[in-house]
């Protein structure tokens, strides 16, 4: 997993159950910190970086891809996320997914050679190439994603 920035601690697995990825600074904040800040009384700004939250997903979608058009990898590969599984009011487009995930994992984005390895494996929306699939969870799993790395029973 990866460490929260406000604390530093490692964020447990699966870090879906035990952090927030706020989409301003795209910064997953572990659960601890965030009940902290509402404890200080921020309430609807991120902790990281006191943007005020989005209010509906046309200012979430709108806010993130500002961060896409600025080269944010982790804002390409959340956006990738998005389109895949046609959340926050797009349609699913699973072409749009992977052109999303792979400019993200040419940028350097662990998460989008994960999200790579597991549909071209699988052939979930493209055709499938396990080798392709492969490729990208050893890429994810030498810059040290514990996903992929379990994928490859390492």
């Given amino acids: 997993g990866e460490a929260c920035p406000i604390c530093?601690?490692?964020i447990e697995l699966p870090m879906c159950k035990h952090s927030k990825t706020n989409v301003c600074c795209m910064k997953s904040l572990c659960n601890g910190c965030l009940l902290v800040a509402r404890q200080r009384g921020i309430h609807s700004r991120c902790p990281f970086c006191r943007t005020p939250f989005p209010a509906d997903d046309p200012s979430t979608l709108?806010?993130?891809?500002?961060?896409?058009?600025?080269?944010?990898?982790?804002?390409?590969?959340?956006?990738?996320?998005?389109?895949?599984s046609g959340e926050l009011?797009?349609?699913?487009?699973?072409?749009?997914?992977?052109e999303l995930?792979?400019?993200?994992?040419?940028?350097?984005?662990v998460n989008s050679h994960y999200r790579l390895g597991a549909?071209?494996?699988?052939?979930?929306?493209?055709?499938?190439?396990?080798?392709?699939?492969?490729?990208?969870?050893?890429?994810?799993?030498?810059?040290?994603?514990?996903?992929?790395?379990?994928?490859?029973?390492?």
């Fill in 89 to 98: 009011g797009v349609t699913k487009d699973f072409p749009r997914a992977i």
């Fill in 8 to 10: 530093f601690d490692l």
């Fill in 62 to 84: 709108a806010m993130i891809q500002k961060r896409v058009s600025k080269g944010d990898e982790e804002a390409m590969s959340f956006l990738g996320n998005k389109y895949y």
């Fill in 101 to 109: 995930w792979t400019e993200a994992e040419e940028l350097g984005s």
């Fill in 119 to 154: 549909i071209y494996y699988s052939g979930e929306g493209v055709e499938e190439d396990k080798e392709r699939g492969i490729h990208h969870w050893q890429q994810a799993a030498m810059k040290g994603d514990v996903l992929s790395r379990h994928m490859l029973g390492a």
